[in-house]
T-cell receptor, first 111, second 112 residues
Framework: EDQVTQSPEALRLQEGESSSLNCSYT??????LFWYRQDPGKGPEFLFT???AGEEKEKERLKATLTKKESFLHITAPKPEDSATYLC????????????FGKGTTLSVSS | NAGVTQTPKFQVLKTGQSMTLQCAQD?????MYWYRQDPGMGLRLIYY???????DKGEVPNGYNVSRLNKREFSLRLESAAPSQTSVYFC???????????FGDGTRLSIL
């Protein structure tokens, strides 16, 4: 069964304290892995797509990496405005267009 | 830059009532999706439409129907609402099935 597990469930950081969020997955052939950010009361906002092991994408303080079994979202020198829930989703080759989402990591950054 | 627009934003229903959630996108996307999000669970796909004129079931389709009205609009209907359908419903769209999905801000639905 295709599955996505995110850890930790919640993460509290001080401003400037870098860390990483993990997304481990088991799928029958990975078509793509997606990272989203979700603010309270809002819909998920697309951040990155990764397609193959070794691929990396960066945007401001965020950097996403991909291996054959997991993806990491590295947050460098976070600011309070980076506080949000970060969602990971995978698209499997045999699942058509469906995305399988993890439950998310809720990040809180305090000043 | 409206993106994906969902209406209504909030709704309270009584058990057994029917309701249609509306979704429209202005990005000329071909594929559209309906998800539900419940506390402690990830987003789960209800139905999707890969292209205008087609619809397919997702992971949790029971109790729902959909209509792809045209390329822009994709509606979700609850024929006889049940308390288990209390959730936040998100509509999303993508240019093709392999491209990133872009989400609306959701409809918060409570069924008493």
């Amino acid at each position: 069964e295709d599955q996505v597990t995110q850890s930790p469930e919640a993460l509290r950081l001080q401003e400037g304290e870098s860390s990483s969020l993990n997304c481990s997955y088991t799928v029958s052939g990975l078509r793509g892995l997606f990272w989203y950010r979700q603010d309270p009361g809002k819909g998920p906002e697309f951040l990155f797509t990764l397609y193959s092991a070794g691929e990396e994408k960066e945007k401001e303080r965020l950097k996403a990496t991909l291996t054959k079994k997991e993806s990491f979202l590295h947050i460098t020198a976070p600011k309070p405005e980076d506080s949000a829930t970060y969602l990971c989703a995978v698209q499997a080759n045999q699942a058509g267009t469906a995305l399988i989402f993890g439950k998310g990591t809720t990040l809180s950054v305090s000043s | 830059n409206a993106g994906v627009t969902q209406t209504p934003k909030f709704q309270v229903l009584k058990t057994g009532q029917s309701m249609t959630l509306q979704c429209a996108q202005d990005m000329n996307h071909n594929s559209m999706y309906w998800y539900r999000q419940d506390p402690g669970m990830g987003l789960r796909l209800i139905y999707y439409s890969a292209s205008e004129g087609t619809t397919d079931k997702g992971e949790v389709p029971n109790g729902y129907n959909v209509s792809r009205l045209n390329k822009r609009e994709f509606s979700l209907r609850l024929e006889s609402a049940a308390p288990s359908q209390t959730s936040v419903y998100f509509c999303a769209s993508s240019y093709t099935g392999n491209q990133p999905q872009h989400f609306g801000d959701g409809t918060r639905l409570s069924i008493l």
